[in-house]
Nanobody, 124 residues
Framework: QVQLVESGGGLVQAGGSLRLSCAAS????????MGWFRRAPGKERNFVAA????????YYADSVKGRFTISRDNAKNTVYLQMNSLKPEDTAIYYC?????????????????WGQGTQVTVSS
């Protein structure tokens, strides 16, 4: 069992930056493939980024590539999402999740554990 708690969301102007954190409790955090997803108002939950347990494999959605950076610190049981050059279309609730098994990393159903989400609002 893993409990996930996101933090770092807020209101920022377009072009600004935010750093999201996801603190995990429970055993074996270092063995989980971790992902970030987001849900904009009226839309489905979409993949943002994912990172393997060692950090050697990293994936991004095309919409955030070059602007967002995912990282993790297994000693601190934390995964991060650095978001730069934010745009109004990045406005959403951001969720971190822990994947079990070997399902597709961009598919929400592949992840067994989810945080409660943190709101990111980008004003124009």
């Amino acid at each position: 069992q893993v409990q996930l708690v996101e933090s770092g969301g807020g209101l920022v102007q377009a072009g600004g930056s935010l750093r999201l954190s996801c603190a995990a409790s429970g055993r074996s955090f270092g063995s989980y493939f971790m992902g970030w997803f987001r849900r904009a108002p009226g839309k489905e939950r979409n993949f943002v980024a994912a990172i393997s347990w060692s950090g050697s494999r990293i994936y991004y959605a095309d919409s955030v590539k070059g602007r967002f950076t995912i990282s993790r610190d297994n000693a601190k049981n934390t995964v991060y999402l650095q978001m730069n050059s934010l745009k109004p279309e990045d406005t959403a609730i951001y969720y971190c999740a822990a994947r079990t098994g070997t399902g597709l990393m961009e598919v929400p159903a592949s992840y067994a554990y989810w945080g409660q989400g943190t709101q990111v609002t980008v004003s124009s």
